[in-house]
């Protein structure tokens, strides 16, 4: 009979079968034990972006009791724990805490009814509509598993709890304040994604692009105001606006390659006030999202020459031509991840768990993520952004969406498999496997 010898130094490389299942109980020990009830506190409890601050507190307490050295209020709400072991490389791990402005609808037992004052000054009302609450749980669970692993890995582990993921800035506050000078700035970064539109007991590990760029641009269309019966007396500037939101949409499917991906969304459209008054100002607002930087640029600068143009073809004057704005905090470029290192990943998950953990399947739309400013290349960090499957196959097909006040995802399976495989990961960029 061949007998496995356990040491702690040889734990993982002597009984990888055994140290996996191991691993994989205590994981599901500690949901039981706190996990469970710490996600249904965060699903219960949300806080929109730049608001989180209860969240980032209970985030502190948690990760702070397993003896990391922990500082909040980093870039605002921003949470960073630090555990030094040693020799080795750093590797940070992030996870996102906002929540969403949305009347959450599901009727679980621990729905929220939240409501926050946001940063514009509205109460509105607030719910996990992404899955963040599953990003923070996890986190936890994670900090707890590699905090007891101590003799499996070699290095700096920093864990952050970011803050405004949703509005596409926090990550960037966070470098502003410092994260990579004040603390030890990592070697790798890795993050998840719960995804509603996956799987339960999959994982996805792209192994270039993750996510799109982002950019939110708005356009005021300026007109001159009349009489609805006499539009012939002013400029109708709702007529303008219509006008551009048809022609930016040639924008994509005449002016940009064919094999290349970009969007132009108009999210929202105001003006006017009564029936029979042509009024004299409209506000849009867009989103744009691409997959690389010239198409990036060239959607952007033909939004400014478009607008102009059709002002100028429906005669507006030259001191009346829309204003076209490019917001300076909600923009992001793509998440791409570094090739070897989400080989380095998808090679520890799969020895683990084996291939058919995967689902390999092409995104089906552009989301953003700011994550993808810690793993710019000026940066010098290698980033593995994956996804974890939040909905029984099932149930898949008629998942409600991200976003949507319907959201709701299988916390026991998404938090276990995420918890298993970012100590995977990170423990294999630890020792250099």
């Not at 750093?90 to 009814?113: F, H, Q």
């Not at 600068?301 to 490019?326: F, M, N, Q, W, Y």
């Not at 991840?337 to 089906?364: C, M, Q, S, W, Y």
Request: charged letters at 25%; aromatic letters at 4%; proline letters at 6%.
């Amino acid at each position: 009979m061949i007998r496995c010898i356990i040491t702690a130094a040889a734990l993982l490389a002597a009984c990888p079968a055994l140290a996996q299942s191991d691993l994989r109980s205590a994981i599901k020990a500690d949901y039981e034990e706190n996990l469970k009830a710490l996600f249904e506190h965060f699903h219960q409890n949300p806080e929109l972006s730049h608001r989180e601050f209860k969240t980032a507190e209970r985030l502190a307490a948690e990760i702070r009791a397993l003896d990391y050295d922990v500082t909040e209020g980093v870039g605002g709400t921003g949470v960073v724990a630090v555990l030094e072991n040693g020799d080795g490389p750093t590797v940070m791990i992030r996870a996102d805490m906002d929540g969403l402005p949305i009347k959450e609808v599901t009727g679980l037992p621990y729905m929220s009814t939240a409501r926050q004052e946001d940063i514009d000054g509205i109460e509105k009302p607030v719910m996990h509509a992404c899955g963040h609450d599953t990003h923070i749980t996890s986190l936890v669970g994670t900090a707890k598993q590699m905090a007891a692993r101590r003799d499996q890995w070699s290095g700096t582990l920093v864990l952050i709890g970011q803050p405004a993921e949703e509005r596409i800035s926090g990550a960037r506050e966070m470098l502003k304040d410092g994260l990579y000078k004040r603390f030890p700035k990592p070697d790798y970064a890795l993050a998840f994604h719960v995804s509603a539109n996956q799987p339960t007991g999959t994982v996805q590990v792209p192994l270039g692009i993750r996510a799109s760029s982002s950019d939110s641009v708005d356009i005021i269309v300026h007109g001159v105001g009349a009489h609805g019966a006499s539009p012939h007396k002013g400029i109708d500037p709702v007529l303008v606006a219509s006008q551009i939101v048809v022609s930016l949409q040639s924008i994509v499917s005449r002016t940009i390659a064919p094999q290349e991906a970009g969007v132009i969304t108009v999210g929202a459209i105001h003006g006017g006030s009564k029936h029979n008054i042509i009024g004299n100002r409209v506000e849009m607002q867009l989103t744009v999202r691409s997959n690389n930087p010239d198409v990036r640029a060239k959607l952007l600068d033909s939004i400014d020459r478009v607008a102009e143009g059709v002002a100028i073809s429906l005669g507006v004057p030259e001191d009346k031509l829309p204003e076209v704005i490019r917001s300076k905090t909600e923009t992001t470029p793509p998440t791409i991840n570094d090739r070897e290192t989400a080989e380095r990943v998808r090679a520890a998950i799969a020895v683990a768990l084996g291939e058919d953990i995967f689902h390999d399947k092409p995104r089906e739309g552009m989301g953003a993520e700011d994550f993808s400013y810690f793993v710019t290349p000026e940066r010098g960090v290698k980033g593995v952004y994956f996804n974890v499957g939040g909905t029984p196959a099932k149930d898949v097909d008629n998942a409600p969406s991200h976003h949507s006040p319907f959201f709701r995802i299988e916390p026991e399976p998404s938090i276990t498999l995420a918890t298993e495989s970012m100590v995977l990961a990170a423990t294999a960029l630890f020792n250099g496997e």
